[in-house]
């Protein structure tokens, strides 16, 4: 048995530690997920004027910072007593700012966070040997998606031409959230109520205009079919097996057309999108389409017992058709994104907030059982000498708390919402996986529902901007202090990474007594509970073999190509799950003002 550590996880926003043990065939048998940094947000908020929550809780992260916004807005809605009076044309202009965030998260992990990881030189090992078939594939993998600054061997390589043009893209989008929401990061809109500023007639103009040179990206590199053929195909197909059979014939007519010649090039039609969806798959690649070699990411990262996990989704973007207010529990079908519970069996369930718990057994804080997160404790151990991360699965490993529904650990994010959604190409895709024996849940699964999320939300932006806003329309409703009098409220939303709760509650003073986030990768990187079971990350590692394409060069601990994999397949932000620490006692909680 070898203990292989990656600490800390790159190319990730925060610190995250993956410790795995490995078989002599190279299977990893156990694993510890450790957030290394101790988040205290909860305690900076006691006693603060709740209103200040929108745009403190922003500051947990630099890349989502809009959700955590838009999560503290609709918890002080409630809080407020407000929700079901927010004006539609502040619930659209939320539903914009939410929507660029998203795509420019997305971007940023696909080709610049997750992407690089395609050009690892086990791949060149793997796949050069299998002849020119083989060696076109490296060359594609390695000319769309090295990095800035990157080596093989000590030979400079140059950066991919995807990553290389998936930066101005990322700038772009920032800048287009800035319009709407004041500044990025962490934009300066979101307010109980409402939204603060309303965009003008210009500001849909420069949105619309950014759209537009986005979407010049998305069809030059991302998608080579129309986008909207994809969209129809797809996302809009009278069922999941319809989806699915779309995509096959689409690659199976690109395969055709082009591996005689081994030309796997942009300009033969191959999109960083089809191309990763046919290579990166064992059964769609090799069993479906016949080709000689994948990159067998289907068989990383899945989940081997299906009654241990579930897949929950919170719900974001409001249905701005049914006017005025929202629902804060979230219904199924309230809004766009719809809230549910899909199990490892793929059955499906209504998702209840009530039923959400964390626990702290395996964290580093004082132990105070399962409880519901608006009555959760944030109470850090204060002995550094019980902080330490080497001391195995049954011992205290993490600042991240581990949150459950219904005792069940649940995966968020991509795959969790567009499953909610019966989304049609990912929900089949899904059952596919399921009726040949794959895990439904894998690789290869996360990073297509992450790319198919990008196609949807961008059809759907455009007609929040140019149909769904109107200029001259209410953008706010009062609220004064004294409506958050002993009160409580719950925010449910989406962050690019997955399901992101806020809970507050006041006293007769209406300040905060009590603040609670429950972030996407608190859920994902999740350690051990009370019974013992693993986070989702932790499943999805135990089982996999570390290196490229199963090990098919035999075992190399010095390069566990698929840790990396499996831990950046879920778009870790641990900056959101933890944060910082004062043992020194001089940073009590005060009032602070913002100005």
């Given at each position: 048995?070898?203990?292989v ?16 043990e490995v078989?002599a ?6 694993a510890?997920?450790s ?8 305690r ?28 503290a ?18 619930l659209?202009a ?27 030189p086990?791949?060149?090992n ?22 800035i600054?990157?080596?093989i ?28 929401g004041g ?7 979101s307010?109980p ?47 999941p097996?319809k989806?699915?059979?779309f995509?096959l014939?689409?690659?199976q ?5 082009t ?14 999108t089809?191309?990763?969806a046919?290579?990166g798959?064992?059964?769609?690649g ?10 067998k990411?289907?068989?990383t990262?899945?989940?081997s017992d299906?009654?241990k ?5 919170f ?15 979230s ?28 626990g702290?057994s ?15 404790e944030?109470?850090?151990?204060g002995?550094?000498a019980?902080?330490?991360?080497d001391?195995?699965?049954?011992s205290?490993?993490?600042?991240g708390?581990?949150p ?10 991509p ?17 596919a996986?399921k ?8 690789t290869y ?26 200029p001259?329309?209410k ?7 004294s ?13 690019p990474?997955g399901a ?6 006041t006293?007769?003073?209406?300040k ?6 429950v ?5 994902n990187?999740?350690p051990r ?7 989702p990350?932790?499943q ?13 060069l ?19 932000c ?14 009590a909680?005060?009032?602070?003002r913002?100005?």
């Amino acid at each position: 048995m070898v203990n292989v550590t990656v600490d800390p996880l790159t190319r990730i926003e925060g610190h995250l530690r993956l410790s795995t043990e490995v078989n002599a065939e190279g299977v990893i048998t156990d694993a510890q997920s450790s957030c290394l940094m101790f988040r205290g947000f909860e305690r900076m908020l006691q006693n603060q004027d709740p209103r200040d929550a929108a745009l403190l809780t922003q500051r947990i992260c630099g890349v989502c910072p809009t959700s955590h916004s838009l999560a503290a807005a609709n918890a002080l809605d409630q809080l407020f007593g407000v929700a079901d009076s927010v004006p539609k044309d502040a619930l659209v202009a939320r539903n914009i700012n939410q929507a660029l965030n998203t795509l420019a998260s997305h971007a940023t992990h696909v080709y610049v966070l997750w992407g690089p990881d395609l050009a690892n030189p086990s791949y060149r090992n793997v796949l050069t040997p299998l002849g020119e078939t083989g060696s076109a594939v490296w060359k594609e993998l390695v000319g769309r998606f090295a990095p800035i600054s990157y080596r093989i061997d000590g030979n400079a390589i140059p950066p991919g031409s995807s990553y290389l043009a998936a930066i101005p893209e990322k700038k772009r989008l920032q800048e287009a959230i800035a319009v709407i929401g004041g500044k990025m990061p962490h934009q300066v809109t979101s307010y109980p109520g409402g939204y603060t500023y309303k965009p003008n007639i210009a500001d849909i103009g420069k949105l619309s205009s950014y759209y537009l040179q986005v979407m010049d990206f998305v069809s030059s590199y991302t998608l080579r079919v129309p986008f909207e053929t994809w969209i129809e195909n797809t996302y809009k197909a009278s069922s999941p097996q319809k989806a699915v059979n779309f995509v096959l014939e689409h690659l199976q007519g690109l395969v055709d057309s082009t591996v005689t010649s081994n030309n796997f090039s942009r300009e033969a039609g191959w999109g960083d999108t089809e191309f990763y969806a046919a290579f990166g798959s064992e059964l769609v690649g090799e069993t479906l389409l016949g080709l000689p070699a994948s990159l067998k990411h289907d068989r990383t990262g899945g989940y081997s017992d299906p009654s241990k996990i579930n897949f929950l989704a919170f719900g974001a973007f409001y249905k701005t058709e049914n006017g005025d207010g929202y629902d804060p529990n979230s219904p199924a079908g309230d809004r766009f994104q719809t809230s549910g519970i899909v199990t490892g069996n793929l059955e499906y369930k209504n998702f209840d907030a009530s039923k959400i718990t964390e626990g702290v057994s395996h964290a580093f804080y004082e132990d105070t059982g399962e409880l519901h997160p608006s009555k959760g404790e944030t109470n850090p151990i204060g002995d550094p000498a019980e902080i330490r991360y080497d001391r195995g699965s049954e011992s205290r490993y993490t600042w991240g708390k581990a949150p459950r529904y219904e005792g069940i650990p649940c995966e968020v994010g991509p795959l969790s919402r567009l499953l909610a959604m019966k989304e049609p190409l990912v929900t089949g895709l899904a059952q596919a996986f399921k009726d040949n024996g794959y895990s439904p849940a894998n690789t290869y699964t996360r990073m297509v529902a992450r790319i198919q999320e990008i196609a949807i939300i961008a059809n759907e932006l455009l007609k929040w901007v140019t149909v769904d806003y109107d200029p001259n329309g209410k953008i706010s409703v009062h609220t004064d202090l004294s409506m958050a009098k002993d009160s409580e409220g719950m925010g449910l939303w989406e962050a690019p990474r997955g399901a992101l709760g806020h809970w507050v509650s006041t006293d007769s003073n209406s300040k905060v007594v009590r603040y609670q986030p429950v972030v996407p990768s608190t859920w994902n990187m999740s350690p051990r509970d009370g019974a013992g079971v693993p986070g989702p990350l932790e499943q999805a590692l135990i089982g996999s073999k570390i290196n490229a394409a199963e090990n098919a060069l035999g075992i190399d601990y010095s390069n566990p190509v698929n840790i990396l994999h499996i831990g950046r397949s879920y778009d870790p932000c641990v900056a959101c799950a933890v944060h910082t620490i004062d043992l020194t006692g001089k940073n009590a909680p005060k009032t602070l003002r913002l100005v």
